[in-house]
């Protein structure tokens, strides 16, 4: 292998686990009650590309498969996606706000036969864009191609890593204002037991006093 070579490959592992650092894809397999719902969530930043696709499968084989109701909802309960009698579908959407998306299931109709299974293809960020459209759009291929998902990777890290900055921000400042409040509270019960105790004396000495015993 030629000194070229040796970098390119190096190169192409680097872009490879830098690629799968970011990227957020998983299969999720969820078993549905006859009644209630099952649920999954994930916490997402803002300005995230979010695409499922889900599909469901009768475990007992049941023809035609029973129909599902789905529910999207962001932070603050937006309703992203509603589908009622789905055995399939897909949602996409662009976060707008920070913190824990739901996605929910249950079936239609409890009596229409045994347990559900829904299978989700859940993808997020870098992992969620289509790059076959954009290599034809933009007409790359190749390297260049593999050059600008290299880019998005490095924009997804970046991202990434201000919003863990945001969230430690955070978190520190609700840990000061805890400590400060722990503080003041601690100060106040001292204050209080103090208070208690020179009235307790203070009454013990004037009933003893009353009473002529000292």
Known sequence: MTKKARVLFHFQMMLLMMLI??????????????????CVTEEIHTN??????????????????????T????????ILHYKENAT???????????????VCFWADDPNQGG?????IDWKTGIAAKDWDSVARREKIEGVELELRKLEGAVEAIHDNLLYIKSREA?????SE?????????SILSLGICIAASFAQLWYLTHFFQKKKLI
Not at 71 to 78: A, D, F, M
Not at 178 to 184: E, F, I, P
């Open 21 to 38: 650092m970011v990227q957020n894809g998983e299969c999720i397999w969820l078993n549905l009650p006859k009644s209630g719902r099952k």
């Open 48 to 69: 995230v590309v979010v695409l499922a696709d889900y599909v469901v499968i009768s475990n007992v084989h049941i023809h035609p498969t029973p129909s599902i109701t």
């Open 71 to 78: 529910k999207v909802t962001s932070p603050y309960g937006n």
């Open 88 to 102: 399939n579908g897909q949602f996409a959407f662009t976060t707008n706000e920070a913190g824990q998306y739901l």
């Open 115 to 119: 347990a559900l299974s829904v299978n």
């Open 170 to 174: 955070q978190m520190r400042e609700v």
């Open 177 to 185: 204002t805890t400590h400060s409040r722990v503080a003041m509270y």
